[in-house]
């Protein structure tokens, strides 16, 4: 709970310890690390969310801008969650991240045009031009959205990188 966190992180603060390396072990195991799991949860619903709005969404176009804002959006709640914000380097290697997922999501629309038709095509035969045209655009879109919601998981992966206050070994 949060009063449990503020206790152990106020215990740690008050500590006298001088061994520095048992500190930030207590530091990593107390405050960082439920840090972590409440970021990794904030990615996971980022990740839902993205993945559906997607798989939703009528154009490309869209896809791109749902994946661009929810990469800015998860960017600002893991910094506020750790309490920090990212130095010049790590500003700009999470927004080059969120332009490439954007870019990689803009790309899969393109692309889905070719499976959408080979996914149609043996399917005419067994249920029909209609049925066949709304499974695929079903399967493709179900594909996208997975695609993206997988990118925003690596994406929010790179940023607690970035924001973490003490690094992973």
Partial sequence: ??????????ELLRSQDHDIVEWLEKVEKGVVKPLDQAAKKLISRSALATGLSTALSPRGLFDSLIVLGNCFA???Q???????RPNGVSTTLIGAHAMFNTLVASGAG????????????????IVGSFGAAVVSKIAVRAAEGATNALLIKRFGS???????PIRSA
């Fill in 74 to 76: 998860l960017t600002s």
């Fill in 1 to 10: 709970s949060i009063y449990e966190f503020n206790e152990t992180l106020e």
């Fill in 110 to 125: 393109e692309a889905t045009s070719g499976a959408e038709e080979a996914i149609q095509t043996p399917l005419v035969d």
């Fill in 158 to 164: 790179r940023v607690i990188t970035e924001v973490r």
């Fill in 78 to 84: 893991l910094c506020r969650l750790y309490g920090l």
